[in-house]
């Protein structure tokens, strides 16, 4: 029975690369008919300038703001014993599509190059009415030996009544590792739930929802860490892992309703236990993007600010430390006052980066920064990815003409999977992950 499992899984591994194989080709083909307009990067964002200064550094400082454990506590009392991410993906019974299953439609969201090696689908009725957010997978996020099969995906919804436009929920992921042939296993239809993002109020008698896009998003040992939207002074919202709690209430409606506790339809909450507020003074700078660096020491918690496509100004980049005091483990670390500042700041000539990741090669001093880069001619462009360091930038290229055209369309988030050495990212309904030394390979 083994043998013929594992053949299963392997038949299924042949064809899910050829669907991938099959989807780069005509990929690789649309892009060398990309219009000359588009065949290079219209501008050189040049190399990272380091900020040095404390005034250039003053605008990414953050202020802690803990939710009282009691709030948390009494949360938890009314709504049931909190559980943890294993709890709720043993109990799902949705799953998301593998390659082969996905429509023509939506594998032309993927990458010309570097090409995907693994992509699954949501169904179009889990997403109706929501946008794609941000990615977090961190195969070591709890400090425990192999690769960590979570990947959390944040959405936000566009329609619906008052109650639930612009709240945010998100979807648990069991994407396995893949195997020594690249397969993943019994994960081919992986399994998934979610839990809506909320904030305790009233003294911890109740949760409003989180009105956030999420377009920024670590998962950090027990801790999930999200971007504020415009608009809200906290930059930061935290969540812990281990206090998912359960909805008894299927109504369109957020918090505390008659005969029980409603989210929008979704079966579990997140409550936050904290906050980081933005500075006050001028310039302050608002995360969009996140990512998490385990090649500092202590990790660091990386953010990038948002600059539309043909933008006047730099972007900045920056990085917050976490925290080692263990009664912290998963926070920034913070002084006696709350006060979070940013560790290692610089300015870039990138523009519409909708993702970030900082990776530090062994042996090497400082992290390369990689950056995914939004379209400047209009949504349905395909983006760049750059690697950026001091020293300068190198994109990557596809097609016959060496277009640097070549990233997903709309250019969506990064995270770096150590476990198992892939970048994830997502675009549209489709979630895809390929080999970090596939990437570098396609910088050159």
Known sequence: MKHRGRHRRRRRGRALRAALAGAALALTGAATMISASQATVADDPGRLKPLLSHSERAPMRLTEHRVPQRWLDRLSSAMGSPL???????????????????????????????????????????????????????GDSDGSPGPDPVIVSAWSRETGGPAGRGLARVDLVAAGAPDAAGDAGEEDRPRRTSALLVVPVDGGDDYRGLASPVTGMVRHQDKLLVTGGTGDRNALYVYDLDRILRTTADADAVGRVPGGWAALGQPYVLPAVAAYRLSEGVGAARPYTLALDRGST???????????????????????????????????AAEADGRVDAREAYETGADGVRGVLAHRPPGQARAEWYLGRAAGDGPDGRGTLVRQDTGGTRAAECGADRSQRCWSPGAGPLSYRPGTGEVWSQAGRVLFAMPLTSVDGSLG
């Open 298 to 332: 202590p990790p660091g918690l990386v953010a990038g600010e948002w600059v539309p496509p043909d933008g006047e100004r730099p972007t900045r980049l920056w990085r917050y430390a976490f925290s080692t005091d263990p009664s912290r483990a998963g926070l920034p």
């Open 84 to 138: 943890d991410v294993a709890t709720v993906l043993g109990t799902a019974d949705r799953t998301l599509r593998g390659t082969a299953e996905c429509t023509a439609g939506e594998r032309r969201a993927l990458p010309v190059a570097p090409a995907a090696t693994r992509a699954y689908c949501w169904d179009e009725a889990d997403t109706r009415g929501w946008r794609p957010g941000a990615v977090a997978a961190s």
